[in-house]
């Protein structure tokens, strides 16, 4: 059973910078790809970032490419969203998301099959 829990989010200024954590609790053995998404109030989930098992294969939204990274350490079943420069946009529940496939190649939140429980980003201006 993949279990998913994200913490890192908070409060910071437009122009800081955050770094969330997803660790998964789940069978160490599993090969699995992960992501990052985010739900503003009142909008639909929104891609943000993701990695592939090795790590060889990743991608970004359109709206955070060269801001954000997204990297992950196998051994410690965890992966990380480095986000730099903040917007006020990027203010919202940042979810972390796996599937058990290797890589997804599709960008929405229905090719992932565990979820989070989420974690606040919140940018001021």
């Known amino acids: 059973q993949v279990r998913l829990v994200e913490s890192g989010g908070g409060l910071v200024q437009a122009g800081e910078s955050l770094r969330l954590t997803c660790i998964d609790s789940?069978?160490?053995?599993?090969?699995?790809?992960m992501g990052w998404f985010r739900q503003a109030p009142g909008q639909e989930r929104e891609f943000v970032a993701a990695?592939?098992?090795?790590?060889?294969?990743?991608d970004l939204g359109a709206s955070v490419k060269g801001r954000f990274t997204i990297s992950r350490d196998n051994n410690k079943n965890t992966v990380f969203l480095q986000m730099n420069n903040l917007k006020p946009e990027d203010t919202g529940v940042y979810y972390c998301?796996?599937?058990?496939?290797?890589?997804?190649?599709?960008?929405?939140?229905?090719?992932?099959?565990?979820w989070g429980q989420g974690t606040q980003v919140t940018v001021s201006s």
């Open positions: 998301a796996a599937d058990l496939r290797p890589k997804v190649d599709v960008p929405s939140p229905t090719e992932y099959s565990y």
């Open positions: 789940g069978p160490i053995d599993s090969t699995f790809a």
């Open positions: 990695i592939s098992w090795s790590g060889g294969d990743r």
